[in-house]
């Protein structure tokens, strides 16, 4: 293979543990039930409403700890 080309690779992950996940992320996308809610970056993730009602929400059954913005 000649010229300026880089390999790029996709990887999914499916987990609700934020603290891991959004370092690893350039990219995040929300399923409730199978439908796609959501998709966005890391940064906009944090503060989105549909990510904190549905997993953030301290009311939901769902719901995971809130990550600290830096």
Not at 40 to 54: L, R
């Amino acid at each position: 293979m000649t010229g300026n080309r880089t390999a790029e690779a996709a990887r999914s992950a499916v987990d609700h543990h934020m603290e891991f996940l959004l370092p690893l992320c350039e990219r995040m996308l929300l399923l409730r039930t199978g439908e796609k809610i959501w998709e966005g970056t890391p940064d906009e993730f944090v503060i989105s409403e549909a990510v904190i009602e549905t997993y953030l929400d301290t009311g939901s059954s769902h719901a995971v700890t809130p990550i600290p913005q830096q």
